[in-house]
């Protein structure tokens, strides 16, 4: 009998379980009433000597960690670029009472880490060894043995660490966003080279330890499994007797921003992915009224994946694995940076893509549910900081070192909660500074420069350690291309151009070649014959009337040319350059070390992109040649012809290829020379038939 | 003297030690998802994550990456969610969510304020369900996933060591390739076949959900049934990846690296799989070698020899097999300081198979060990992860989470002279001189 019972409660309960879990998964449930955050005060307490102590006591884990951080705010290294980090390394280098293999072994035996930076150090250990690994950090901050053999090592691996990141695009992208940004020379944008770090020395190293690391402004954090008394005691015993230099709240003048737009491109031929940045300088304080309006700004435009620039960027067009924003703040100017790592082939539409989505930021083109949905992720994301008892610590410095209301914290979400698009798109109008940015690209030269220039804005050249590179590209034989990669490029340029109008190969075996031309100018036609034999004899000839009105012949040594009757030798210089015709289709012959090639960028021409190259040809004259981004053909070439003592500039454009034989021919050829248009048409071009050494007589 | 007095102090320190017990409740639905809950109400937040039992290792040679590939296919929404809605659906809710695929799993989570438990539950189940998987989805996530191998990978300096290594110490085993896998493979990969995998791997029987944080137990197993037990269940999924044959001699090669200046000096070893005992004593080994600046291989090579900028070591543990992986890089970056470095390194391997290590020694490596354990349930998420981890690989023992530093605590020292000895010898493994690549 119980039993039945039993079995028919049992299927009840069942039965009302199963009836209540019904879901309607046709629509995203309603959450929760949201919970209570509740902000807890740490333990603050000041030593004499400067130092504010501040605990958060949580028993949840046996463990406890303690950081010193010396508001020292950045410094200006100058010439010494690299000394702050190499003293904070040699803190960790023993002290004068444990010289480094016995502190080490010290840390180690207890499972600990202590870590010294230039800024104070941190100490992470089990509660039962807590107390002794955090004398050990003290003893480092107090009485560094700065030795000197330790020094020449920490230089030899801060050299080879530099050389590491020598290659990486996004080592040079971190460098040289700062440097432009800010400047080189300061605070900010200055970078450590391996010279600066090659000329630094261990008094160097003594002195920015002593102008440096002091109780002054000084903040010690003890999180986790300690009360306070016990913390309060154990920093008194590491730091009460303490004393160093009173540091000065350093001050910054301001850094302009460009007056217009730009691009900055940093050429790394080995770079897989693009780095690009468009960036600003903001001040941004904490305490300021834009602040929170920044952040809800900051979080729509890209503080994650379901932000505009990841939507964008990533879920719409598959540019890169990731698009974000980050809007600075604090004491100091900020900068303000979109970024993504983009493919090379698609850097120039991803620029055009995030400048739009800082448009639509500056517009207005935002969303309710944008806003509800950046709101919403601060709210959460308050509640999830909560997991971690550090940051009950990191409000109340924040408080202090930025001179916060008391109450910052717990009406922050309140101040957050009330802001509307209007609020947004107006804190986006005033700091993302659109029409005074940087955008600045890291990457290979060769696949993304050709496609900016379409962009419209000036584009600057640097090198990976922010310096302008000189207009002038450096000349090299293409023979040398390896070690040049704008030679590279002219050198690509040519080959795909042999490539498009029919292949190396086929082009060079035209041997000889003969045509009808015609050419009409000031509305009377002229017509003749073109003969060519390689390597550069040519005889042409235009009659008018029946009558010789032009004629032009050149037999590999010697030549003349006439004109409506006045017959004149070549002379010297002219046939040297006659002479830098190595065949027909000379472009086979740019490859070769007689030829000097350079790439100089892309430019419009008649509406066209093309890929400009420099030539310098062996008799030295110069040439530069328009490529088609498109096709690949040639289609001007621009020189500087000496007539009568005087420069005239020439240019001559290539159009209508059509193919003869295996190969394609431009069939209209204009030239334009002295304000004057002379239009070529060819006809009847006959390949390798017909032409004999007698023909150039 | 005051020697003697530390090492006592540390032996009482050691027997009050206590980890805290993580509590859980355990169970499977018909369908054959397990679950897993977890109650902890110290802070307002809930993780949800659901582990599917498929990796890199389950993908045929000539469709490798697809683990990986489901990783990013998954969040493209499902018959209630729409494109581009899953991510934004979680911001919208003060959430947080991602995931990340291994050789042997795939891992997704979203961590909620608590009051948004369900909508958790509700995505991974959609998910589970029935995802979207379409040509517009496929092609969109094809170029995302290029672009985070170039980020990830090409990109990176050092980038492809492991994709070298795997591919030389596996040739049999599909460890051979690395969970990215092969761009062509993706790019050959038709709708159908992205279709079959989700079908067979991405099921309730193949996963679990672990769900830890701010919840009320028996509100959440009713919601776990509305959401979850509708999902059918799926095929059985039967496993058998091929052995490897032992490697008797060592095979030395070279790989290059277009993204690096600074070259590397490598070593790998085969090693059993992550639930064996020896698995952990190798871990040991590696701590001896080179954790914390005391480490045998950094004092020596770094600090006192100073030829190396950086030395490591560590045993690359997976479900079938590990990889042990010692490597050096010179300091000053010169290639011709390889050959030193690979011998000193070479001698510190000697050295654990000739001696026993030190009873100081012991006592640093498991404390050390402690020390990092102690913080790999700060979290809910590492909770979670750590619950799935176990049922997932442990034979089903979702408690290993409780028992992870008993068995470091059962390793003796005479167990870590015992791998070095059959595991980590020369004629058995790959070495690899990892080179800057020559300007062509």
């Known amino acids: ?168 695009a996004s080592t040079i992208s971190g460098r040289v966003v700062n440097a432009l940004g800010y400047g080189k020379h300061t605070a900010m944008g200055e970078f450590v080279t391996e010279e600066s770090v090659k000329a630094l020395t261990l008094n160097d190293v003594k002195q920015a330890y002593k102008d440096h690391i002091t109780p002054s402004r000084s903040y010690l954090t003890f999180i986790g499994d300690i009360t306070p008394g016990k913390a309060k005691e154990l920093a008194t015993n590491a730091f009460g007797s303490w004393t160093g230099k009173k540091l000065p709240v350093p001050e910054f003048a301001n850094v302009d921003n460009v007056p217009a737009t730009e691009i900055d491109f940093i050429d790394v031929p080995t770079a897989v992915q693009g780095e690009l940045s468009v960036t600003n300088l903001i001040n941004n304080p904490m305490s300021g009224k834009d602040y929170h309006a920044l952040l809800i700004a900051n979080q ?88 971690d008892p550090a940051n009950t ?19 922050f979400l309140q101040k957050i909660n009330a802001l509307t698009i209007a609020d947004v798109q107006r804190v986006a109008k005033k700091y993302y500074t659109r029409d005074n940015a940087r955008i600045v690209i890291v990457g290979n030269g060769a696949k993304i420069l050709p496609n900016l220039s379409r962009l419209g804005f000036p584009i600057k ?112 210089a002219e046939v040297k350059e006659a002479m830098d015709e190595k065949g027909i289709i000379p472009q086979v012959y740019y490859i070769t070390n007689d030829y000097k090639t350079s790439y100089l960028g892309v430019e419009k021409v008649n509406d066209q992109n093309a890929y400009k190259i420099k030539i310098t040809k062996p008799s030295g004259k110069v040439s530069t040649e328009y490529y088609s981004t498109k096709t690949a053909l040639l289609i001007r070439e621009e020189s500087t012809e000496t007539a009568g003592g005087e420069e005239t500039a020439v240019i001559v454009d290539y159009s209508d290829y059509q193919k003869v034989g295996t190969l394609l021919f431009p069939l209209t050829i204009t030239q334009s020379a002295g304000g004057q248009d002379l239009v070529f048409k060819f006809s009847d071009v006959k390949i390798n038939e017909g032409v004999t050494d007698a023909d150039f007589k | 003297m005051l020697k003697q007095k530390l090492v006592l102090f540390l032996m009482f320190g050691a027997t009050i030690a206590n980890a805290q017990k993580v509590a859980f409740t355990e169970y499977d639905l018909k369908n054959g998802l397990h679950v897993v809950l977890h109650q902890d109400k110290t802070a307002p937040v809930v993780a949800v994550s659901v582990m599917y039992h498929v990796g890199s290792k389950d993908e045929q040679t000539n469709r490798t990456g697809f683990a990986h590939f489901f990783e990013h296919l998954l969040f493209e929404g499902s018959d209630n969610i729409k494109r581009g809605e899953f991510m934004k659906i979680v911001s919208a809710n003060g959430g947080q969510n991602n995931a990340n695929t291994t050789q042997d799993r795939t891992f997704y989570y979203e961590v909620f304020p ?65 969970t990215i896998g092969s761009m062509a493979d993706l790019d050959s990969a038709k709708l ?16 679990v959900l672990v769900i830890a944080g701010d919840i009320d137990i028996e509100k959440t197993k009713k919601l776990v049934d509305g959401y979850f037990a509708p999902i059918p269940t799926g095929g059985a999924i039967t496993r058998n990846p091929a052995r490897e044959d032992p490697i008797t001699t060592e095979i030395v090669d070279t790989a290059y690296d277009n993204n690096i200046s600074i070259p590397a000096i490598m070593s790998a070893y085969r090693t059993p799989g992550i639930t064996s005992k020896e698995s952990l004593a190798l871990q040991l080994a590696s701590d001896v ?126 167990d870590i002279q015992n791998v070095a000895k059959k595991y980590l010898n020369r004629n058995q493994r790959v070495t690899l001189y990892y080179l800057p690549k020559k300007n062509k």
């Open chain 1, 1 to 168: 009998m119980n039993k039945i019972l039993y079995t028919f409660l049992f299927t009840a309960v069942t039965f009302a379980a199963s009836a209540q879990v019904t879901v309607d998964r046709s629509k995203q449930p309603k959450a929760g009433p949201a919970p209570v955050i509740e902000f807890k005060n740490p333990e603050i307490f000041t030593l004499p000597n400067g130092m504010t102590i501040l605990v958060v006591e949580n028993h949840k884990l046996p463990r406890v960690s303690a950081t010193l951080n010396i508001d020292m705010g950045p410094v200006k290294e100058g010439e010494k670029s690299g000394i702050m980090q190499l003293m904070g390394q040699m803190m960790g280098e023993g002290t004068k009472s444990m010289p480094k293999a016995k502190f080490d072994e010290s840390i180690d035996l207890l499972g600990a880490d202590v870590n010294l930076n230039s800024t104070g150090g941190y100490t992470g250990a089990l509660t039962r060894y807590f107390s002794q690994a955090f004398m050990l950090m003290a003893d480092a901050l107090k009485n560094p043995a700065f030795p000197q053999e330790s020094f020449e090592k920490l230089q030899k691996q801060t050299i080879t660490g530099l050389k590491s990141g020598e290659k990486s």
């Open chain 1, 300 to 387: 729509i435009l890209g503080g994650g994946a379901e932000a505009k620039l990841f939507m964008n960027l990533r879920e719409k067009h598959g540019f890169t694995y990731g698009s974000y924003a980050n809007t600075g703040n604090g004491r100091f100017q900020a900068m303000f940076k979109t970024s993504a790592q983009v493919r090379s082939e698609k850097a120039d539409s991803a620029v055009v893509e995030m400048l739009s989505e800082i448009d639509n930021m500056r517009n207005g083109k935002i969303t309710e549910e944008e806003l509800a949905s950046a709101k919403a992720k601060y709210n959460g994301s308050f509640a999830l900081k909560m997991e």
């Open chain 1, 393 to 411: 610590a990191t409000y109340a410095s924040n408080i202090l070192i930025n001179g916060l209301e008391k109450d910052f914290y717990r009406t």
């Open chain 1, 461 to 572: 050249l640097y090198d990976k350690y922010a310096e302008p590179i000189a207009n002038k590209p450096k000349e090299t034989a293409v023979g040398e291309s390896d070690k040049n990669s704008e030679a590279v490029t002219a050198f690509s340029i040519i080959n795909d151009y042999l490539k498009a109008i029919g292949g190396k190969d086929e082009a060079k075996k035209l041997v000889s070649q003969k045509a009808n031309i015609s050419l009409s100018v000031q509305g009377i036609t002229l017509e003749g014959t073109q003969i060519k034999m390689a390597p550069n004899k040519e005889h042409t000839i235009l009659k008018m009337g029946g009558n010789v009105a032009m004629e032009k012949v050149f037999d590999g040594a010697k030549g003349h040319q006439s004109q409506m009757g006045k017959s004149a030798e070549m002379d010297t």
């Open chain 2, 114 to 178: 608590s009051n948004s438990l369900e909508t958790g539950m509700w995505l991974e189940s959609e998910r589970m369900m029935h995802p979207v998987i379409n040509e517009i989805g496929v092609k969109t996530q094809n170029e995302v996933v290029k672009e985070e191998k170039r980020l990830r990978v090409d990109n990176q300096p050092y980038g492809n060591f492991l994709a070298e290594i795997m591919k030389r110490l596996f040739v049999k085993h599909p460890y051979h390739w690395v």
């Open chain 2, 192 to 207: 159908d076949e992205f279709i079959a995998f989700n079908k067979k791997y991405y099921v309730p029987n193949n996963a």
């Open chain 2, 289 to 414: 070698l080179s954790t914390g600046q005391s480490s045998r291989m950094y004092k020596k090579m770094v600090d006192d020899k100073k030829n190396a900028l950086q030395v490591g070591s560590f045993n690359y543990s997976l479900e079938d097999y590990g990889a042990y992986i010692i490597y050096a890089l010179p300091n000053g970056g010169d290639s011709t300081a390889l050959q030193v470095l690979l011998k000193d390194m070479d001698d510190e391997i000697v050295k654990l198979q000739t001696e026993l290590i030190s009873e100081t020694e012991f006592t640093k490596i498991r404390n050390q060990y402690e020390n990092n354990s102690v913080g790999a349930n700060a979290k809910m998420l590492g909770v979670a992860e750590n619950l799935a981890d176990g049922y997932t690989f442990y034979n089903k023992n979702t408690n290993h989470i409780n028992q992870d530093l008993d068995e470091i605590r059962t390793i003796t020292r005479q």
